[in-house]
Nanobody, 115 residues
Framework: QVQVVESGGGLVQPGGSLRLSCVAS????????MAWYRQTPGKLREWVAS???????TYKDSVRGRFTIAGDIDKDTIYLQMNNLKPEDTATYYC?????????WGQGIQVTVSS
């Protein structure tokens, strides 16, 4: 059973930066997709960015240019560098790992952007 654990959230002022990390332990799959999602109370969880085991990345339009997703394949770890944060980025951020046909989720980590 793959375990997915996020870290690095917290409180930051508008315009500030945070880096989230996500570790997928006990995985042996050579091919995978990992992604970040976020959710605010009363809203559906929304996709933010993805990275594949080949290093291909994609982004939600509203974060492109501000967020960067990167991976350390040897450590089964991905990162989300978030710059120029805005209050609307406030959410619980979730890490997802797909090893077809299975999908694993982390517990989520809070990011709050407020002055």
């Amino acid at each position: 059973q793959v375990q997915v654990v996020e870290s690095g959230g917290g409180l930051v002022q508008p315009g500030g930066s945070l880096r989230l990390s996500c570790v997928a332990s006990d995985s042996v799959a050579p091919s995978w997709i990992m992604a970040w999602y976020r959710q605010t109370p009363g809203k559906l969880r929304e996709w933010v960015a993805s990275i594949t085991s080949l290093g291909e990345t994609t982004y939600k339009d509203s974060v492109r240019g501000r967020f960067t997703i990167a991976g350390d394949i040897d450590k089964d770890t991905i990162y989300l560098q978030m710059n120029n944060l805005k209050p609307e980025d406030t959410a619980t951020y979730y890490c997802q790992r797909i090893e077809k046909p299975l999908t694993y989720w982390g517990q989520g980590i809070q990011v709050t952007v407020s002055s």
